[in-house]
């Protein structure tokens, strides 16, 4: 069985998902449109407080969304930064990351 929702879906239900439990606050930024508007390549979609702690989440559709040269460049920044992107598409790797256990 396929997964064929959109990334908005995914985003919406881990902001509910973080509502409905008060596990948090996201953040989530627009998406780039238009060159030349300002935008940094690779921005993160979302940023998740929950807890003192801090995520860079990087949304992505359950089936078949991929990272795009930007995207891979700014979370190689980042980790060379010491800061780590999670790459998330589906609520349950949502839930894992916010208590720490690992993603199946």
Not at 8 to 21: I, T, Y
Not at 33 to 38: E, F, N, P, R, V
Not at 65 to 72: A, P
Request: proline share 3%; net charge neutral; glycine share 8%.
């Amino acid at each position: 069985m396929t997964d064929d929702r959109l990334e908005a879906e995914v985003v919406n239900n881990c902001r509910k998902w973080l509502n409905d439990f008060h596990m948090g606050y996201m953040e989530v930024a627009g998406q780039r449109k238009a060159k030349h508007s300002g935008s940094s390549v690779g921005f993160p979609d979302a940023v998740v407080y929950s807890k003192g702690r801090v995520f860079i989440v990087e949304f992505k559709r359950p089936n078949g969304g991929r990272l795009d040269n930007g995207q891979v460049l700014a979370i190689q920044c980042r980790e060379a930064e010491g800061i780590q992107t999670w790459v998330i598409s589906n609520e349950q790797e949502f839930v894992d990351m916010l208590t720490k256990r690992p993603a199946r």
